[in-house]
Nanobody, 127 residues
Framework: QVQLVESGGGLVQAGGSLKLSCAASGRTFTRNRMGWFRQAPGKEREFVTATRWSSGTTYYAYYADSVKGRFTTSRDNAKNTVYLQMNSLKPEDTAVYYC?????????????????WGQGTQVTVSS
């Protein structure tokens, strides 16, 4: 099992930026799919972005339409950390953001495909 700890959430004005971090421990995660999901009050948890290992040091990145062009995910395997840079934030981005890891398969969009989850970090965007 991988233990995941998110950090970097907070309160920001619309148009601002935040960078979330997710530190992994307990298992090598170089070839894991690593995803970010979010859950707003009264809504289901939804896919935000993910990276999937291809070969060597190549990863593919996937984004929800709602965040394309504004959010960027990256990973530092030497630090066992994945990042979510969020720019041009909007009030509708307000949610608890979760980091997740998957050890097998290829689906990056479905929550049930992920094996480990962090505790979440709150992001609040004020208008």
């Amino acid at each position: 099992q991988v233990q995941l700890v998110e950090s970097g959430g907070g309160l920001v004005q619309a148009g601002g930026s935040l960078k979330l971090s997710c530190a992994a421990s307990g298992r090598t995660f170089t070839r894991n799919r690593m995803g970010w999901f979010r859950q707003a009050p009264g809504k289901e948890r939804e896919f935000v972005t993910a990276t999937r290992w291809s070969s060597g040091t190549t990863y593919y990145a996937y984004y929800a339409d709602s965040v394309k062009g504004r959010f960027t995910t990256s990973r530092d395997n030497a630090k066992n950390t994945v990042y979510l840079q969020m720019n041009s934030l909007k009030p509708e981005d307000t949610a608890v953001y979760y980091c997740a890891a998957a050890y097998s398969g290829s689906d990056v969009y479905t929550t049930s495909e992920y094996d480990s989850w962090g505790q979440g970090t709150q992001v609040t965007v004020s208008s």
